[in-house]
């Protein structure tokens, strides 16, 4: 059963009980470009309308994309045209099988009309399906969308199946699964090959203890410029653990400790910088 839940920025307006006459009469026009020059290596988004959607607090939203390259999820934008009140957002990406990939938690002020912008780090391959997921928190929230669209992806209101989609964009950091020094004709499953990968790790960080019970450590080796993510996984990709550091100096130390309670066994550490990617296999007692 699809619903038709758009509506103009007006009626909106009047559902939600807010109180500014200028959102309650201004024409909403499609948004010129608002997601034409935004500085990813892809960028997968839907089409920008002249109506909206209202979400009240506790509704949740999710509109489905096609990741558009290999690599990592960096940030999720959304066009919002009210809010309600100042209160919370989430915004998560999950898979098809409802994993939540990665999730971050936003403030809007009161009567905020703007593009909203998330910071996550979630792993996508190129080419298959993905969810973006939007909830309100605390507050209402009036999202600029359009009914009725050929758009390919598929939108969600708690759980109801709506014909249409939502301004969103999901911007994509492509990332080469080997590091600078592998980038030749060598064959990547020769023994050259990994022993060049651990060479390449093992002068840049340090990982103790490994196996570790509680807590890992990461030192770094080098000096590194621009943002360096460092990720606890499961073996089957889930994330763990995320920390995030700016610039990394030598001997700069990073302290993980995992809020799950992990089983005994094997984990990946994967550390992202400038669109290289470190693994290595730690193990937990």
């Not at 009036?142 to 199946?161: A, F, H, Q």
């Amino acid at each position: 059963m699809k619903l038709q839940k758009f509506y103009t920025l007006a009626a909106a307006a009047i559902f939600m009980g807010a109180i500014s006459a200028q959102a309650q009469t201004a024409a909403l026009n499609a948004t010129a470009g608002p997601f034409d020059n935004l500085k990813h290596d892809c960028v997968a988004k839907a089409q920008t309308g002249s109506e909206v959607l209202l979400l009240n607090q506790g509704d949740v939203v999710v509109q489905s994309f096609n990741a558009c390259a290999a690599g990592v999820v960096t940030k999720a934008y959304a066009i919002v045209k009210q809010s309600s009140n100042q209160g919370k957002i989430e915004v998560m990406i999950e898979d098809l099988r409802g994993n939540i990939l990665d999730r971050a938690k936003l403030t809007v002020r009161e009567g905020f009309n703007g593009l909203v912008t998330s910071k996550l780090t979630a792993e996508v391959n190129k080419g298959e399906r993905y969810n973006l997921k939007i909830r309100a928190i605390s507050t209402d929230i009036v999202i600029e969308g359009r009914y009725n669209t050929d758009e390919k992806n598929d939108l969600y209101l708690n759980g109801w199946k709506l014909d249409g989609n939502i301004s969103t964009a999901v911007g994509i950091q492509e990332v080469r699964a080997t590091t600078e020094a592998l980038e030749s004709n060598r064959n990547p499953y020769s023994n050259d090959a990994i022993d060049a990968r651990a060479t390449e790790f093992g002068a840049t960080f340090s990982v103790y203890p490994n196996p570790f019970v509680d807590q890992v450590s990461v030192t770094f080796k080098k000096d590194l410029k621009g943002e360096t993510q460092i990720i606890l996984m499961d073996l089957a990709g889930n994330m763990l653990h995320r920390e995030v550091r700016l610039n990394p100096i030598v001997g700069q130390k990073v302290n993980i400790t995992p809020t799950y309670n992990l089983n005994p066994g094997a984990y990946a550490l994967r550390i992202l910088n400038d669109n290289r990617v470190f693994n290595q296999t730690i193990m937990k007692h």
